[in-house]
Structure formats: structure tokens, C-alpha cells
């Protein structure tokens, strides 16, 4: 099989050089300068240009085989979160950043020679002691000899906050026929988005703005009410 | 991952099924595709764009899956793409759908003709970018795609259709 491939590689009739460029130029995948050239040459000699309406009807036919192949279903998505959720927790990328900093640092020490390693250290003490020093002169400075106590400006208005109220979430179940497509397109029109997955359960998160439990219940009814919705309940 | 998924699965299937030619394979290819970059997203540089990242990855795990199959299957399955080649195009001249035809012989080139004329028409990768996921020489890609064209040429031949190319 191998030396059947290369044979094949090596065939004597190798393809000129503008004309192998032919099939990326007819998917307009060349650069601006190859593009120029293949175009010029395509203008001079027709057996080329016979050849490049041959490779524009392939380009096509490709394309309409590919796009007959439709789309996976919601299954291949299911059992992507599913495994997701299965993984163990990440560790946070900081340590791995920490670890490459410092093992820089310790290469940078080591390209030091001794010599200049001692008056690295020289500098790095005297600018310490200067520090202390300003800043003990700072804070003697400062020392007013009275107290300052927290207090209430009656200027302003006595309000309570409640913090920011959370946008509304819910826990969808989509019917088993339903395609990815549908349901991309369902998260669009509620401007919705993942949050995470449970048992082939999503919670969603509908736009970023709090909702009355009034909206939210009218939210709920709609989402029931969609053909690939199977379920959904309002979740905190 | 969601927005990743959104954008790149429907392309990164339709490679799958065009390697492996079945639906449910190509279906948790994708998944396992996506939870590779999950796991790896580390690794990812950003030298080449996600889209030739992500087909790079489908197409190691297509041939990964077509591998662990049966010896018998495989033959199977040569068997009936022969058999496509010979029967198929031949039915669709007598209906003079040439298109038909073609269709029919780019299905029945081989898995590494198929992939180029993909990579190439389909999922419009640059010369570099073919390159970097079947992992041949660029000279190789040109040359590789050159004797697709040529197979397709002759699978139509074969099946009556003269397309004035060789």
C-alpha cells in the first residue's frame, strides 16, 4: 500500500506549477500574488482555462455533497457535556504560569556568574534599607494625633443594596429528535446560553438583565411550549 | 466550548462522515473531537486557525476508529464503494445527470483522495494548512490532489463522461 502510494506520488506527469494551483484559486484560498498569476495565465492559454471549468465543477459538486451530509444530532452534543461534567476539575492555570515564571527566573540566576550574582545582592539589600527608610519617614510625617472615625455623611441618600439581581435560569430537557440546529437556533431567539449540564439536563441562562416572577413564569410557559422542549423549570 | 461547538461541529461531522461513512461514527468522533480540545485547549498555540486544529484532530481520530474495525468490514466496505464506482455513474448517464455522476465518483475515491478534494473544495484550506493536518509536504499536497482530479477524471471516464480534462 505504501509503495503504491509513492508511486503514485512519483508519477512522472507532475502537474505545472500554476496548474496546481488551479483547484485553490477556484476555492479563492490563494494569495493575492498567486491569484494575479494563475489569473494572467488562465487569460494567455485556454487548455488551462478548459481545465479550470472543469475544477470549478468539481468545486461545486464538492460542496453540494458536503452540505447533503446535514448535521449530528442532539445526542453527540448530550454525550459531550455529559462527559465534560464527568471530567475532574481543572486545576487553575495560575500554578502552571507561577511554576514557568519562577523556573525563568531561576534560569536567569543561573546564567549570573558569582561575581555579579554578589553585587546583584549588594543592590537589591541598599535599595530595600532606602525603601524603609522613606516609608518610616511617611508615616511619621503623617501622624495627626487624633483619631478619624468612620461617620455617616448625611449628604447623600440612606439607600440599602441589594446587589445585582441575577438574570432568570432554568433547567431545560429537550425532546430526543431534536438537532443541534433547532436548538442553536432556540438559545438565539431567548438569547440564551449554557451554563452547564446534568444527566441530559441544561441550565440555561436567558440574557443578562433580572426578570419579575411574573416575567419568568411567562418565560417558562413559551419555552414549554416549543416543539423540542420536552421540559423546563425555573431554577435560582 | 458551547460557542467552539456551535460554530465548528456541523463542519467537523460532515469530515468525519466523509472518512469514516457512517453517521453514528462520525456522531461520537465529534464528541470525542471536542472533548479532546476540552482537555487540551492548553496546548492549542494559535499558529494555525482552530478550524484546521480541529480537523487535524477529527481526522486522527477517523482513522483511529476506521483501524480499530474489522479487517472483513474494511473489505466490505471497499467492496461496496468499488461497486459504486461501476454501477452508480453508469445508471446516472443513462438519466444524463452528469452531476449525478460526479457526485457519485467523488464518494467513491479513495479515503485519501476523498480527504484532499474535502480539505481543499469543501473546508477551503490553504495549501499550509492541508499540509499541517494530513501531515504530508506541501509539494505533496499539490501533487496529491493533482491525481485525485485525475482518478475523478477517469472514474467518469469509465462511466461514459468525457469532460475535456486530461
Avoid at chain 1, 449530528?72 to 507561577?98: G, H
Avoid at chain 1, 525563568?104 to 561575581?115: V, Y
Amino acid at each position: 500500500m505504501m509503495a503504491m502510494k509513492k508511486m503514485l506520488e512519483q508519477e512522472p506527469q507532475a502537474p505545472g506549477e500554476i496548474e496546481a494551483m488551479l483547484p485553490w484559486h477556484a476555492a479563492g484560498t490563494l494569495s493575492d500574488r498567486d491569484a494575479r498569476r494563475v489569473d494572467e495565465a488562465l487569460g494567455r492559454d485556454p487548455e488551462l482555462a478548459r481545465q479550470y471549468a472543469v475544477i470549478r465543477e468539481e468545486y461545486a459538486e464538492t460542496i453540494d455533497l458536503n452540505e447533503s451530509l446535514g448535521a449530528p444530532s442532539a445526542r453527540a452534543m448530550q454525550k459531550l457535556f455529559t462527559a465534560i461534567d464527568a471530567e475532574p476539575e481543572r486545576k487553575p492555570s495560575a500554578s502552571r504560569n507561577i511554576s514557568a515564571i519562577s523556573a525563568r527566573i531561576s534560569r536567569f540566576f543561573a546564567s549570573l556568574s558569582p561575581r555579579a550574582l554578589t553585587w546583584s545582592a549588594s543592590l537589591v539589600a541598599l535599595v530595600l534599607v532606602v525603601q524603609a527608610g522613606v516609608i518610616g519617614a511617611v508615616l511619621v510625617k503623617n501622624q495627626p494625633g487624633s483619631f478619624n472615625v468612620a461617620s455617616l455623611s448625611m449628604n447623600e441618600p440612606i439607600t440599602r443594596a441589594l446587589g445585582p439581581e441575577a438574570p432568570p435560569r432554568a433547567l431545560v430537557r429537550f425532546a430526543p429528535e431534536a438537532r443541534v440546529a433547532d436548538i442553536t437556533a432556540l438559545l438565539d431567539s431567548y438569547q440564551a446560553s449554557i451554563v452547564d449540564t446534568r444527566g441530559g439536563m441544561f441550565r440555561l441562562q436567558f440574557g443578562n438583565k433580572a426578570m419579575t416572577k411574573d416575567e419568568v413564569a411567562g418565560l417558562m410557559n413559551k419555552l414549554q411550549g416549543e416543539k423540542i422542549v420536552s421540559l423546563a423549570v425555573a431554577t435560582p | 466550548m458551547q460557542v467552539l461547538y456551535g460554530r465548528h461541529h456541523v463542519r467537523v461531522f460532515r469530515f468525519g462522515v466523509r472518512l469514516v461513512r457512517d453517521e453514528q461514527v462520525a456522531e461520537d468522533l465529534i464528541s470525542e473531537v471536542f472533548l479532546d480540545v476540552w482537555r487540551q485547549a492548553g496546548k492549542f498555540e494559535g499558529r494555525s486557525a482552530v478550524s484546521t486544529w480541529l480537523l487535524a484532530i477529527t481526522r486522527f481520530k477517523a482513522l483511529s476508529a476506521l483501524r480499530r474495525r474489522k479487517d472483513g468490514e474494511l473489505d466490505d466496505e471497499a467492496a461496496n464503494a468499488i461497486e459504486d464506482t461501476s454501477d452508480d455513474p453508469e445508471v446516472a448517464v443513462q438519466k444524463k445527470d452528469t452531476s449525478q455522476a460526479l457526485r457519485k465518483c467523488l464518494t467513491a475515491l479513495s479515503p485519501e483522495h476523498r480527504e484532499i478534494v474535502d480539505l481543499v473544495y469543501y473546508h477551503e484550506k490553504s495549501v499550509e494548512e492541508v499540509a499541517e493536518i494530513v501531515g504530508i509536504p506541501e509539494n505533496t499536497v499539490k501533487t496529491r490532489l493533482f491525481y485525485a482530479r485525475k482518478k475523478l477524471a477517469d472514474l467518469l471516464k469509465a462511466a461514459g463522461i468525457e469532460r475535456g480534462w486530461p
